[in-house]
């Protein structure tokens, strides 16, 4: 009898806080976002990439509660429509996902958009497929001043079982200087655990330490000129060949130009 009232007090003490957050702090959210690509790829003979097209469009309706200062909880669902491909016709993608948003501070935990990620990542670090995964499902941290600013995430991608590899990925970017002339890295690590059929572990590891200028203030309105300039740096080990490591490497430079909503960029490396 003691054991049931000893746990019943357990019960209330832990929700009573959540119970006292006076009503009109609680505020209804809501979030939509469309994304509609197209994208032709044609190579050589490769194993590892063939050629394709990838279209298709996804729209992301989220709806949340917000509460204190910055807090919110977000439930939402990712509908992706591959076109041309007959099954399935539509995939579905669950978004559930705490968020903070702070003066200098911020943060998300659960599954949560990718576009939380506000620093600058490469192309060679995202490959377009990412158009269909536009989630992250784990952590991200960041902290933003005026001079500068960092963030740090964690993806998990596999949950290792008989035929699936536990896999993760990291990421983090960091910036400091004005925004006419600063220095930056971004920086990605992916890593392949074994699994009950697969043995082995594999990392990948990218680095891209590099300068940039954003012009965009000495423009007329409208205008923006962004300049990027570095070195992408990886060291990838294969455990499973026993092939042992490779750090290729090389110079990257960027130049990005828009106007009125459009613009063109132009990778050089």
């Not at 995964?133 to 991608?157: A, F, Q, T, V």
């Not at 990218?206 to 205008?223: G, K, N, T």
Request: hydrophobic share 40%; with cysteine.
């Amino acid at each position: 009898m003691n054991k049931r009232v000893l746990i019943r007090i357990i019960l209330l003490v832990s929700v009573m806080p959540c119970m006292a957050l006076p009503l009109h702090a609680q505020r209804l959210l809501w979030d939509v976002d469309f994304k509609f690509g197209f994208d032709n790829r044609e190579y050589a003979s490769l194993t590892t990439s063939p050629s394709g097209t990838m279209f298709g469009a996804i729209l992301s309706p989220k709806i949340g509660l917000g509460f204190g200062k910055g807090h919110s909880l977000y439930a939402g669902v990712d509908v992706d429509r591959y076109f041309g491909r007959t099954s399935p016709t539509l995939e579905f993608d669950y978004l559930l996902y705490y968020q903070y948003d702070g003066k200098h501070f911020s943060a998300n935990a659960g599954s949560f958009p990718l576009k939380r990620l506000r620093g600058y990542y490469p192309k060679a670090f995202f490959d377009e497929h990412l158009f269909f995964d536009g989630n992250i499902e784990g952590l991200l941290l960041s902290y933003e001043s005026k001079w500068w600013r960092i963030e740090g995430s964690l993806d998990w991608l596999g949950c290792v079982d008989w035929e699936t590899r536990e896999r993760f990925s990291v990421y983090s970017y960091g910036q400091s200087g004005a925004p006419w002339l600063n220095f930056s890295y971004s920086f990605m690590m992916t890593h392949y655990a074994g699994s009950d059929r697969v043995g082995g572990v594999v990392d990948n590891v990218w680095i891209y330490p590099h300068a940039e200028a954003d012009l965009s203030e000495f423009l007329p309105d409208r205008m923006n000129l962004k300049l990027r300039a570095g070195w992408i740096q990886t060291y990838q080990n294969d455990r499973v060949r026993e092939a042992g490591p490779v750090m290729p490497g090389g110079f990257q430079g960027e130049v990005s130009f828009g106007c009125y909503g459009f613009g063109i960029s132009n990778v050089i490396y």
